[in-house]
């Protein structure tokens, strides 16, 4: 009989933990698509020349910007 309650209770309680679980996760999916969301819509990519140099010669150039393909 006590085994059954005890049983009983610890599903009651993993029921309830599981829900809460499930709840904050979707909290916090929906927090992040937004954030993600608004920032690739504010974020616009940064245009340009990058250039590395090393001992005063020209390394690298990088072009920035969404037209460098």
Request: proline share 1%; with cysteine.
């Amino acid at each position: 009989m006590i085994e059954a309650l005890v049983f009983g209770f610890f599903a009651y309680f993993g029921t309830e933990i599981g829900e809460y679980t499930h709840e904050k996760y979707d909290q916090i999916q929906e927090c992040i698509e937004i954030k993600c969301y608004k920032k690739e819509q504010e974020n616009e990519s940064p245009e340009g020349n990058l250039t590395i140099h090393s001992e005063d010669q020209e390394m690298s150039v990088i072009e920035l910007g969404g037209n460098n393909g």
